[in-house]
Each structure stands twice: as C-alpha cells, then as structure tokens.
C-alpha cells in the first residue's frame, strides 16, 4: 500500500471537543463576536457610503468563535455563547495553554479580551487542512472602557506584543464600500487565504476605528454549503 498510495506515515486526526463543561453564561462585561450581515443593513449601507467611511477588509474563517479574558485577575475562556470550565478534553483550553494566552494577558497588565476564531482538525470539517487547532484573531476589546482597538493597535498588540497570528487582512490600504449591496457581496467570493482550494465564507468590513463593523457571506459558500 506505501507504494500504491505514496504514503509512508499515517497521522490520527486529532479530535476537537468544543462543548465542555459550563461555568457560566457569557460575561456581561464582554461583547459577543457576532457581526451583522450586510443584507440587513440597507439603511446603514446608504448612510456609510454617504458618509465616505473608510474601512479594512478581513476574511471570515469557518470555525468556531473563542474569546479569552482576564477580567480583576481572573482568566477565563469562553466559546460564542458561553463561559468554559478547564478540562484537559476541551479545545478551546487545550489551545489557551498551548499559545499560553494567559500568560501573555498577565503580562500585558490590563483587563482585556482577545477575540477570533478556532480553526483545525475537527471544526467544521477542517476547511483549511490544518494539522491540530489554532486560533486566528480578529478583536482585542478594553474591558475597562468596554471599547475596540482599533487596526494601528491591534496590529501593534498581536505582532509585538502577543506575537499571535491574526485572520487574514486583506487590504493594505482602506478602502471605500461598494456602491450597492449585490456589489459588497459579489466582493465576498474568492478563494481562502489559508487554503486556495477552498471558498472563503465570506469578508468582515471594519473602520479603522472600530466604529462601524459588519460581515458580507459569500453566496458561492453559501450554496456549497447546501
């Protein structure tokens, strides 16, 4: 079969477990990752556009949301909807430990949140051919001003500070909205950065500040999907 197949060592997938035991709800002093899809912003949409708002793009990978906090000393890591127990099964620590993320959030000295995505072997049947689980974020969030950093800082605080990868940005410069809708969405078709076999779900718009954020899903992915 070696010679057959061209296969000389078989590695076992490793499995994820993403339920775990609850602690809690999600914290109230934390925001939820949800973005609001574009179709359901038309007013919105029109308002932006008026306003000559300028935004970065990023892709939005199909995983599962995690958030990991220190909060008055306390670390905690959440999944989209609610806050987890440690156990040696569950993903979402296991990958807290790995990329030693509390540590890195002690030593930062606030109380912060950093929020992205959980991507790998196991979640949502491992689109992008990773080996493992990894996070990709997307958000850090100041949980004393209950505000986002915006891109300069965010930048600043994953690649000099945390040294943690983030999702893929994918402008280098600003850019205005698409004129119409269809247009944004027609912008959300493409191949993933992280793998140019696969359609990427779709892209997050962004102002430089934080200040206005939504998502635009592919409709190829969408009915690749179905």
């Given amino acids: 079969m070696t010679d057959l197949l061209d296969i000389v060592k078989y590695e076992a997938p490793i499995p994820a477990e993403l339920a775990g035991k609850i602690k809690g709800n999600f914290p109230s002093f934390l925001r939820k990752t949800d973005e609001e899809r574009v179709q359901n912003l038309s007013k919105e949409y029109e308002n932006w556009i008026a306003d000559d708002l300028d935004f970065y793009v990023t892709e939005k990978l199909d995983g599962s949301s995690a958030t990991f906090y220190l909060n008055e000393g306390e670390f905690g890591v959440c999944s989209r909807n609610l806050d987890l127990l440690e156990t040696e ?8 430990r790995e990329l030693k993320l509390e540590e890195k959030l002690r030593e930062y000295g606030k109380n912060l949140a950093i929020q992205g995505e959980l991507i790998g072997e196991g979640i949502q049947g491992n689109p992008y051919k990773l080996k493992g689980q990894t996070v990709k974020f997307f958000n850090v969030f100041d ?5 986002y950093y915006g891109l300069p800082m965010f930048l600043a605080t994953f ?3 945390f040294h943690l990868d983030t999702v893929p940005i994918l402008t280098n410069l600003t850019m205005k909205l698409p004129k119409t809708i269809d247009e944004c969405l027609f912008c959300a078709e ?10 990427r779900e779709g892209i997050v ?4 500040g934080r ?14 999907e179905k």
């Fill in 89 to 96: 099964e569950n993903t979402f620590w296991k990958v807290a």
């Fill in 211 to 224: 200040d206005v954020s939504f998502k635009a899903i592919s409709n190829k992915f969408l009915l690749n």
């Fill in 143 to 147: 949980i004393d001003s209950q505000s």
């Fill in 205 to 208: 718009f962004r102002t430089m």
């Fill in 190 to 199: 493409a191949k993933s950065v992280l793998n140019p076999n696969f359609d």
């Fill in 159 to 161: 690649q000099h500070q």
